[in-house]
């Protein structure tokens, strides 16, 4: 007896891929963005549903095809109206995702893997380790989840206006299923999203900016913590394979193909490490007259950690001296924090963590098509 066929998760696919999909089955193009629509505009999983479509069609979806979102295992309230929902990843692990509402705007923090494989010191996520990285599925159906789960604002619009890639797992270790979600974001038949309103975070995996500029050119925040290589390769792991200078360089290449708009620098505040007038200074040497805005985040403490937060004294000070240097210089306000929601507190679950070996070779220094982070097993 022939196997059946495993049937093909239409979420997370892009229009280019729909559209090949649905030619292999003899179909037209254009069905694809009649498709999109029925999943993204109006959640819709039943083909039946899709009522704009033609019988046959929609009998040759439920035969070869099928909507498929992650689901949710627990939704957590903080007191500041921030919500965490923990999405099952299967195999007993799970990933977070976390809504920030504010009254202009909400922004929603996606993951992109189970864990991460680059162990920044000052990070959970780091802590709990690697397993795996998820699909576009998987990326793309948190989105999804929040935006038809969360009540429209008060003029119609939906309650996510904002999207960061700040979740768990390093967006640009994940490229091959990045591109497609960046995709379905900002376009019309699908989320339209302006591209400024979409926020790619990395801790600096220099080759994939590069092409990232080329592929889906959205905001980029770099999370640099740090003002000088001996001690960015202590709490930032790839900077020994992506130097300050390579990745600024980089930066300021990004920034002129999207018309000299700034560049988010991410810098964590950890008390005695990265917080002194001088760092400030150095700060403001590497990013003066550059499109550059640097974020100044008040850490958030895990179990283990062995970094504290810096003082609301320090971290004005610092503040105040990169914007006397002329940077552009904000503070983030900590949200989330009795839910463990707050930036760098997402953990998660990560069961089956594979061992990684930081080099140039699994990092994807010499890129090859859409090759991601190579992992070795343990």
């Known amino acids: 007896m022939t196997a059946k066929a495993k049937k093909v998760n239409l979420l997370g696919m892009s229009q280019g891929d729909l559209e090949q999909f649905l030619a292999a089955r003899g179909e037209k193009p254009f069905h694809a963005r009649q498709i999109l629509q029925w999943i993204y505009q109006r959640a819709v999983d039943n083909f039946d549903e899709m009522t704009d479509l033609s019988k046959s069609?929609?009998?040759?979806?439920?035969?070869?095809?099928?909507?498929?979102?992650?689901?949710?295992?627990?939704?957590?309230?903080?007191?500041?109206?921030?919500?965490?929902?923990?999405?099952?990843?299967?195999?007993?692990?799970?990933?977070?995702?976390?809504?920030?509402?504010?009254?202009?705007?909400?922004?929603?923090?996606?993951?992109?893997?189970?864990?991460?494989?680059?162990?920044?010191?000052?990070?959970?996520?780091?802590?709990?380790?690697?397993?795996?990285?998820?699909?576009?599925?998987?990326?793309?159906?948190?989105v999804r989840h929040a935006i038809h789960e969360l009540p429209r604002r008060s003029?119609?619009?939906?309650?996510v206006t904002n999207i960061v890639f700040m979740g768990m797992g390093e967006p640009l270790a994940n490229y091959r299923n990045l591109i497609p979600v960046l995709e379905l974001l900002v376009s019309d038949w699908s989320y339209g999203m302006s591209r400024r309103r979409v926020t790619v975070s990395t801790s600096g995996i220099v080759p994939h900016i590069d092409k990232l500029a080329d592929d889906c050119n959205v905001a980029l925040a770099v999370s640099l913590h740090a003002a000088s290589d001996e001690l960015r390769d202590q709490i930032v792991p790839i900077n020994k394979l992506h130097p300050i200078n390579s990745l600024l360089e980089a930066c300021w290449k990004y920034a002129a193909k999207r018309s000299n708009r700034f560049i988010t620098f991410e810098y964590v505040m950890l008390r005695g490490v990265n917080d002194s007038i001088a760092q400030a200074n150095q700060l403001a040497s590497l990013l003066k007259n550059r499109p550059a805005k640097v974020n100044l985040i008040p850490f958030n403490p895990f179990p283990g950690t062995r970094f504290k937060r810096s003082s609301a004294a320090t971290i004005r000070h610092f503040q105040s001296r990169l914007r006397e240097r002329g940077l552009i210089a904000t503070t983030r306000k900590t949200r989330g924090e009795d839910i463990n929601a707050a930036c760098g507190q997402l953990a998660g679950k990560v069961s089956d963590r594979i061992k990684f070996r930081l080099s140039r070779k699994n990092i994807g220094h010499k890129i090859n098509g859409d090759r991601d982070i190579r992992m070795s097993s343990a």
Do not use: H, M
Not at 78 to 101: H, M, N, R, Y
Not at 155 to 159: L, Q, S
């Open 57 to 142: 069609l929609r009998a040759e979806l439920k035969e070869g095809a099928e909507i498929v979102a992650p689901k949710v295992e627990e939704r957590y309230d903080s007191k500041d109206g921030c919500i965490k929902w923990l999405f099952s990843s299967g195999s007993g692990q799970a990933v977070e995702t976390v809504f920030i509402p504010e009254p202009n705007r909400g922004t929603l923090c996606i993951s992109s893997q189970v864990g991460c494989a680059l162990d920044c010191s000052f990070c959970a996520t780091g802590a709990q380790g690697f397993n795996r990285n998820l699909t576009s599925a998987e990326i793309i159906g948190q």
């Open 155 to 159: 003029n119609g619009d939906p309650a």
